[in-house]
T-cell receptor
Framework: KAGVTQTPRYLIKTRGQQVTLSCSPI?????VSWYQQTPGQGLQFLFE???????NKGNFPGRFSGRQFSNSRSEMNVSTLELGDSALYLC?????????????FGPGTRLTVT | KQEVTQIPAALSVPEGENLVLNCSFT??????LQWFRQDPGKGLTSLLL?????REQTSGRLNASLDKSSGRSTLYIAASQPGDSATYLC????????????FGTGTRLQVTL
């Protein structure tokens, strides 16, 4: 079974621009979560989508948004990029939503904001 | 505040040695705990998932234990190999936080020849 895939793998953007990242979950998985990883803050939860609805949200500004499609694929959007948004963005999929389902992570998208 | 701590931040051991990585959490109201491995610049690979009702979980040379009352989990790696070199992260599902994993800061392991 194919794992979680993320595209693109690398991105370089300029401050003020916006960016969209994509995540395809493992086949049959219906929940997709997004995390931001930085050297200073470690891994932090952004949000989770299930059945095309945001189920849970972390403590990030409204510039960070996402959506999920009927095939469970998810996109994450960051508007008005700031230098501090430079990070590895990881998505994880699980069979279902809610506490305790084993999370499977993709390879990540490395975003650099200049 | 629900936090997860991993000590030490870095560890270097010679090949063949058995080692223990530590993970501490501040709130005993956990649902389960998951150990991951991350290679430089890569995503996370799930190693073991241990339920709050379990005491141990094993996979090959890896053994994870969980003690909710003391707020600790350990990952034991037997007969370490250079290929085990990576950052090891523990993450907790706290009860009541739905689908959000709270991650530790990780232990960077280097296994030398």
């Amino acid at each position: 079974k194919a794992g979680v895939t993320q595209t693109p793998r690398y991105l370089i953007k300029t401050r003020g621009q916006q960016v969209t990242l994509s995540c395809s979950p493992i086949s049959g998985h219906r929940s997709v979560s997004w995390y931001q990883q930085t050297p200073g803050q470690g891994l932090q939860f952004l949000f989770e989508y299930f059945s095309e609805t945001q189920r849970n949200k972390g403590n990030f500004p409204g510039r960070f948004s996402g959506r999920q499609f009927s095939n469970s694929r998810s996109e994450m959007n960051v508007s008005t990029l700031e230098l501090g948004d430079s990070a590895l963005y990881l998505c994880a999929s699980s069979l279902d939503s809610g506490v305790g389902y084993e999370q499977y992570f993709g390879p990540g998208t490395r975003l650099t904001v200049t | 505040k629900q936090e997860v701590t991993q000590i030490p931040a870095a560890l270097s051991v010679p090949e063949g040695e058995n080692l223990v990585l530590n993970c501490s959490f501040t709130d005993s109201a956990i649902y389960n705990l998951q150990w991951f491995r991350q290679d430089p610049g890569k995503g996370l690979t799930s190693l073991l998932l241990i339920q709050s009702s379990q005491r141990e979980q094993t996979s090959g040379r890896l053994n994870a234990s969980l003690d909710k009352s003391s707020g600790r989990s350990t990952l034991y790696i037997a007969a370490s190999q250079p290929g085990d070199s990576a950052t090891y992260l523990c993450a907790v599902f706290y009860t009541g936080t739905a689908s959000k994993l709270t991650f530790g800061t990780g232990t960077r392991l280097q296994v030398t020849l």
